[in-house]
């Protein structure tokens, strides 16, 4: 895959960008977003995506020992399911 890909680090009161070079090799910080709501977050995020030319979102997700998502993880899912969205 060529082009940049946004990652997001979702929390509760804030959510860290960070965004690769075109190669997708390397990926340095780009900034951090207030939390607002699900949708207005997922729109903010899909609005640095479009002025990055990001190609990818990818969404982090905490996985509890079992491997399964953990509550914060199943935020980050919804999440991602709102950016798909917009």
């Known amino acids: ?4 890909i946004l990652a997001v680090d979702p929390g509760d009161k804030r959510i860290g960008l960070a965004v690769s ?3 997708a090799t390397i990926a340095s910080p780009l900034c ?12 903010q995020i899909a609005g640095v995506a479009a002025e990055m030319d990001a ?5 982090g997700q905490s996985l509890d020992d079992d491997g399964n998502p953990s509550p914060e993880g199943r935020k980050a899912l919804r999440l991602a399911d709102a950016i798909r969205l917009q």
């Not at 895959?1 to 940049?4: A, I, S, T």
């Not at 951090?32 to 997922?42: C, E, F, P, Q, W």
């Not at 190609?55 to 969404?59: D, E, G, Q, R, T």
Request: glycine share 4%; aromatic share 0%; proline share 4%.
């Open 21 to 23: 070079d075109p190669s």
């Open 55 to 59: 190609v990818l979102i990818l969404v």
């Open 32 to 43: 951090v977003i207030n939390h607002v709501s699900r949708v207005m977050d997922a729109a």
């Open 1 to 4: 895959m060529r082009g940049r």
